[in-house]
């Protein structure tokens, strides 16, 4: 492959995870790496824009899980690529997110879009996969680190698993230290506010949108208070 | 003058006849949910027919609703053909192991005998144990799968979403083996005195794009809603989430009774009002499971009001199926509301 430079490489992985090229991602991926590019950079200026056009195409009933699902192929080609040539000293701190589908339900095709709008948009993501049980969640975000607690399912028989998450945070006093936003299926805002949620994600890409501003919003403010009480 | 007092049989029978009925037909989708009338677990009817059938006879008997619906899971007839299911205590089964994996694999898939494979018999038994029960007032129906739907269960979703894109023959080929499938069983219902009732959640517009519900959805569905309306009975046609984009199409392929979920009646009556039935779309979860009967009634006569001139006439049902565990007070509400307002004025 003839490279010109570092810009067209950018733009040829974004166009990639656009047009469902897997090989091509992984191509270019490779190219960035033997042209020595900062892979965080190519990730952020490649990778990134491509899922934010795939996420406004989803919004905009252009695209659907078949293609989503061939998109993603294509980015995690590329981020396989780029991930062990990450430089953690030179990259800025990320937010981390634990995200799975909660215990009962074993739908996750809803959950893998929203992690890899996330992970496109270069977020940490810590995958916990299906019917994960309830201490899970508390566990594994508290083990990270995480600022994001999110949980999907399609199911209404198990959508009383999101209340006993957040009330096992609350029971182990961690509850501040993480935002909890829900989806899926039967879920509703109105249901996110029930059961004590700190938001709720119509879409995939409504949340990632809803991720973002909670990540803005209140950058680990929450975890100096809980100390402090 | 309407006549007082049907049965949901004769109800049923006036609707399909286009004759005036006394009030609105209403059929919650109560599916699994009927195992609890009989104070029953969902396995404990999952391979017994008979049982099933009683549970549901017994559902009937305690809220009246306009027909009997029974349902365990999407993937029953993938399983027949070869899918292996995960079984849980108190939950329907869902797919473990699809059953093709790669283009060899479809010649392992096998065309299903419904009186002898997976549990499709338990569901004839089923039909006939019902039928005994209360088989003279109501009708008993069977929801199944669409092709859609179960080549997703025999090849796994995902991987069956992204063949359409990426191989697309393969798609066809699972897709005319489901079909073949979908037909026998859609006959062996019929055959056993239940009304077929197509479902087809896979097929969403949550899932796929119009263009993808054109080419590899509607073509396969089109010759069983032909054959359940070559029986005389109603071709219906439910789909989960979103449907927006393709009403037209549901409507083309030969449904009759459009039975919707997540979706604006309004708009949905400007669509498709003059050309089918409408059937829904109290919300499941936020209203049966979670509401008050006083909310359940609200959201029962917002569809009652909403469709009031919708020509093709409208069934008050459930949006999708009626959870597990939905208090028995917001079932008898959605009733008792079509009871009191649901008749002509």
């Known amino acids: 492959m003839i490279v010109v430079d570092a810009n067209t490489i950018l733009q040829g992985l974004r166009e990639a995870v656009i047009e469902m090229e897997e090989d091509r991602a992984r191509e270019l991926a490779e190219a960035s790496v033997a042209e020595g590019m900062d892979a965080y950079h190519t990730i952020m200026n490649g990778l990134a824009p491509g899922m934010a056009v795939v996420s406004e195409k989803y919004d905009n009933e252009e695209y659907f899980v078949p293609e989503i699902l061939i998109c993603a192929d294509a980015m995690y080609a590329a981020l396989e690529v780029l991930r062990p040539h990450l430089n953690p000293a030179t990259m800025p701190q990320q937010g981390k997110v634990v995200i799975g589908v909660i215990a009962g339900d074993i739908h996750d095709i809803g959950k893998n879009i929203v992690r890899m709008m996330l992970e496109g948009a270069g977020l940490e993501v810590h995958d916990l996969g299906r019917d994960v049980p309830v201490k899970q969640f508390a566990d594994e975000a508290e083990r990270v680190g995480a600022d994001i607690i999110a949980m999907s399912t399609l199911m209404s028989t198990t959508m009383e698993g999101m209340r006993q998450v957040v009330q096992e945070l609350e029971r182990r006093g961690t509850r501040g230290r993480f935002k909890v936003i829900i989806g899926g299926g039967p879920i509703s805002a109105a249901f996110a506010e029930k059961i004590g949620a700190d938001a709720y994600g119509r879409d995939a890409a409504e949340a990632v949108r809803v991720v973002q501003s909670l990540l803005a919003g209140e950058p680990r403010s929450q975890e100096a208070h809980d100390v402090a009480s | ?345």
Not at chain 2, 296 to 314: C, H, K
């Open chain 2, 1 to 345: 003058m309407s006549p007082a007092n049907m049965t949901p049989k004769e109800r049923f029978l006036a609707f399909l006849q286009g004759q005036p009925t006394d009030r609105l037909l209403c059929v919650p989708l109560i599916l699994n949910h009927a195992n609890r009338a009989a104070g029953l677990k969902v396995s404990e009817t999952l391979n017994d027919g008979p049982a099933l059938g009683k549970a549901h006879a017994d559902c009937y008997r305690k809220f009246g609703q306009d027909m009997i619906t029974l349902f365990t899971d999407t993937s029953l007839i993938a399983e027949a053909m070869g899918t292996k299911l995960k079984y849980f205590d108190d939950d329907p089964p869902r797919v473990e192991e699809p059953v093709v994996h790669t283009p060899d694999d479809v010649d392992q898939v096998r065309l299903p005998d419904p009186h002898s494979d997976g549990r499709l018999p338990v569901f004839l038994e089923a039909i006939k144990s019902a039928n005994a029960e209360v088989g003279g007032e109501v009708f008993v129906s069977c929801c199944y799968a669409m092709p859609f739907t179960i080549a997703a269960a025999l090849m796994g979703t995902d991987q069956f979403v992204k063949a359409l894109r990426k191989a697309p023959e393969l798609a066809h080929r699972l897709l005319r083996m489901a079909m073949e499938a979908a037909l026998l069983f859609n006959d062996a219902i019929i055959e056993a005195g239940g009304v077929p009732v197509p479902v087809d959640p896979v097929a969403s517009c949550s899932v796929i794009g119009p263009k993808q519900y054109a080419e590899f959805a509607a073509p396969y569905t089109q010759p069983i809603l032909a054959k359940i309306a070559a029986a005389g009975l109603p071709p219906v046609l439910h789909i989960c989430g979103h449907s927006h984009l393709i009403w037209d199409q549901m409507a083309d392929e030969g449904a009759k009774v459009l039975s919707l979920d997540r979706v604006d009646l309004q708009q949905a009556k400007e669509a498709v009002g003059s050309r089918v039935c409408l059937m829904g779309n109290v919300p499941p979860a936020e209203v049966l499971l979670y509401g008050t009967p006083e909310l359940v009634a609200e959201r029962t006569l917002e569809g009652i009001r909403l469709t009031a001139d919708s020509p093709g006439g409208y069934i008050v049902a459930s949006g999708c199926e009626v959870p597990l565990g939905t208090p028995d007070e917001n079932i008898g509400a959605m009733l008792q509301t079509v009871r009191e307002y649901g008749s002509p004025s």
